[in-house]
């Protein structure tokens, strides 16, 4: 059946009647079974529902499309893509755009990190990433190095190394022993030092002195790597204190242990840079990367790599791949094409540049939320905001999950929940005014949530 709306043509019922076979990721399936909540098409700042409301995306989808929905370049060159290339071989052989693709993220990225390695999801990236890290360990002769340090309150993707070195409860409690040799820096949170701090609080630098204990406990020589997000995204926007990022790189250059760098939400401008790297002045030894690079279009990730890696990694006989390591879809010709194109777009609009200028304006009018009702604390930093509200009763994740249900619902807004935390990250295309509606929606949200 044809249906019109908006005046985009949704080629589907957007009523299916047997919601049963589908088994939804990180999702109250029961609930959402109740009332769904249906998105059937996107343009702009805005989502289509199927019971034919405009609704506001305080969270461009999930940290995504940074440039706004159905941007009209990008749509093109996926278009001209699939016409031209449905598919390359991945292993083996190549298509061209990959390569210009490659250079053009190197050009980006700070410092020598300058190869990449295609993926397709930020779950792929980092277990991509680690594994490059143990290989290059391995290659130099030091293959006792094969602990990954992590961090409590980190995400970094639901494959088996990044659940490990991942640390949300949730996330981690059904699945057993995950892999063996991980341990987890404290988070960097602390409410009663932190409330209400615009960007980077002041307080918790000290935290990366942790990693020396760590050293002390296992001794360097048996550690690989530490990861961590510059900013602890899905767990409800964690700014890093002043100072810590820049202290823990040089604890870990110290001891020969690499920095993985997991930018999956705050590369492509959310920070007001291309990679959050930059806004510390520091370079990693890797950085994974997905989400925006399609402006959330096509799958695809990544992870960039210095020229010393890599160069330990190309050895043994020229006719053997040099990392058994890969993906069907890695560097997929629609993907490509997608992330050259909202390069263009991120590069066109200065859209970085835009979320630098925007981010003390943007700052102000969510902590202009601190006496709504529930609130117990925000975080903004770049154009991401963490708002806290207070637990109910009924236990954790009960009252953000009737805000996010009401917000949706009753406020036409769209915006990410995770447990209690609401987290805006709406797209850099957003002006003063569209960022007031979003926190008027709120607002008005919380006056009524129970
Ligand atoms: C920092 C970080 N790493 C990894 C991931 C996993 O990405 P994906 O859901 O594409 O596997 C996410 C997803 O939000 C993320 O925020």
């Known amino acids: ?25 990180f999702t109250a399936n029961r609930a959402f079974a109740q009332r769904p909540r249906m998105i059937v098409g996107a343009q702009g700042l805005y989502y289509f529902s199927a019971d034919g409301r405009k609704v506001l995306d305080a969270t461009s989808g999930l940290y995504c499309v940074n440039a706004g929905h159905c941007n009209r370049h990008i749509v093109e060159a996926i278009k001209r893509a ?20 490659a250079s053009r993220l190197s050009m980006l990225a700070p410092g020598d990190l300058d190869h990449v ?31 990954f340090i992590g961090r409590e309150r ?46 980077e609080p002041e307080w918790g630098a000290e935290l990366a002195d942790e990693l020396e204990r ?19 995204g ?11 990022l ?24 959310r920070l007001g840079h291309a990679f959050a790297a930059e806004r510390y002045g520091l370079v990693p030894d890797l950085i994974t990367f997905a989400k925006g690079l399609t402006n959330g279009s096509v799958p695809m990730s990544g992870v960039l790599v210095t020229g010393a890696i890599h160069g330990a990694l190309m050895e043994g006989p020229e006719h053997l791949p040099e990392f058994y390591h890969g993906y069907t879809y890695s560097a997929h010709p629609l993907a490509t094409a997608a992330a050259m194109a909202t390069l263009d777009v991120y590069r066109d609009g200065a859209l970085f540049d835009r979320a630098k200028q925007m981010e003390r304006d943007f700052g102000e009018i969510f902590l202009a939320l601190r006496d709504a009702p529930h609130v117990a604390d925000i975080r903004p930093i770049g154009m991401i905001c963490g708002i806290d509200l207070v637990a ?16 949706f619902h009753e406020q036409d807004l769209y915006v990410r929940v995770a447990a209690d935390t609401l987290v805006v990250a709406p797209p850099l295309i957003s002006t003063l005014d569209d960022l007031r509606e979003i926190a008027s929606r709120l607002q008005l949200m919380l006056k009524d949530l129970v």
């Open 1 to 25: 059946m044809l249906i019109k709306r908006f005046g985009i043509v949704v080629t589907q019922d957007p009523h299916p009647n047997d919601l049963a076979s589908y088994w939804m990721p």
């Open 82 to 101: 699939a016409e031209t290339l449905d598919y390359a071989p991945a292993f083996q052989f190549a298509h061209p755009q990959s390569f210009e693709l």
């Open 117 to 147: 390695f295609f993926a397709n999801s930020g779950s792929e990236a980092v277990d991509t990433a680690m594994k490059i890290a143990l290989a290059y360990h391995r290659a130099r002769g030091q293959g006792t190095r094969t602990r």
């Open 154 to 199: 980190g995400y970094h993707g639901v494959g088996f190394g990044g659940m490990a070195v991942g640390g949300i409860p949730g996330n981690r409690k059904a699945f057993g022993q995950q892999l063996p040799g991980v341990d987890h820096l404290r988070a960097t949170y602390d409410r009663g030092q932190q409330a209400f701090s615009l960007g």
């Open 214 to 232: 760590l050293v002390a406990l296992h001794d360097a020589t048996n550690i690989a790597a530490v990861i961590v997000e510059p900013v602890a």
């Open 234 to 244: 899905s767990t409800g926007c964690l700014p890093p204190p002043k100072g810590y």
């Open 246 to 269: 820049e202290k823990l790189c040089g604890i870990a250059r110290k001891h020969g242990i690499l920095v993985i760098f997991d930018e999956v939400i705050t590369a492509f401008g």
């Open 392 to 407: 109910a009763d009924e236990g954790i994740g009960k009252r953000g999950f009737e805000a996010m249900k009401k917000a």
